[in-house]
């Protein structure tokens, strides 16, 4: 008898863990660029906190400002704050900016590549969400800081652009029109 409630228990326990898992994954599915800014602005109110490395260049944190201004008032502090800051990534819907070289919310959202570079081009940054438990990660980062820059400037204006699905490439420059392809 003991043998039978153990074992439902761990059947019902698996059952209940694959429905969260399967809700937490259509949540990334359901929601893609084209709904940008949601869900990191809920009621015209920021619903996220942007994460800039520590040993970033000041590009970065530029960036961060001009995606944090874009969302609308009030531009608090503790909005943007360093990846040294943060305990746990999956507490809240973040935005992380810059690439795993140099932000560790980056790599710990990337699976911590062996090369810090790999996947990035020179000359080309991502725009890409990932699912973060019960939240959503966004990563904005560039093989180099000025197309880190040039990819938060695209999201700062995101009004004028059509982005969407899970993840894009963006090339151009900052004062440039961007060329944005979606990856499937």
Do not use: H
Request: aromatic residues 8%.
């Amino acid at each position: 008898m003991v043998i039978v409630k153990k074992t439902c228990n761990i059947i019902l326990f698996y059952t209940i863990a694959i429905m969260i898992f399967t809700a937490s994954a259509l949540a990334i599915k359901t929601f893609n660029l084209a709904d940008y800014p949601k869900p990191f602005v809920k009621e015209d109110a920021l619903n996220s906190i942007i994460i800039v490395g520590e040993n970033a260049k000041t590009g970065d944190m530029i960036g961060s400002i001009d995606i944090a201004t874009s969302l609308g008032p009030p531009f608090e502090s503790g909005i943007i704050v360093l990846d040294t800051e943060i305990d746990n990534i999956k507490e809240q819907n973040i935005i992380i900016v810059g690439g795993p070289c140099v932000n560790m919310a980056a790599a710990e959202i990337m699976g911590w590549p062996l090369k810090c570079d790999q996947g990035f081009e020179p000359g080309k940054a991502k725009i890409k969400l990932f699912d973060n438990g019960n939240n959503i990660a966004l990563l904005v980062a560039g093989y180099a800081v000025d197309d880190t820059t040039m990819a938060c400037r695209l999201l700062a204006i995101y009004d004028d652009y059509d982005i969407s699905g899970n993840e894009v490439e963006v090339a151009g420059t900052v004062l440039d029109d961007f060329i944005i392809e979606t990856v499937e």
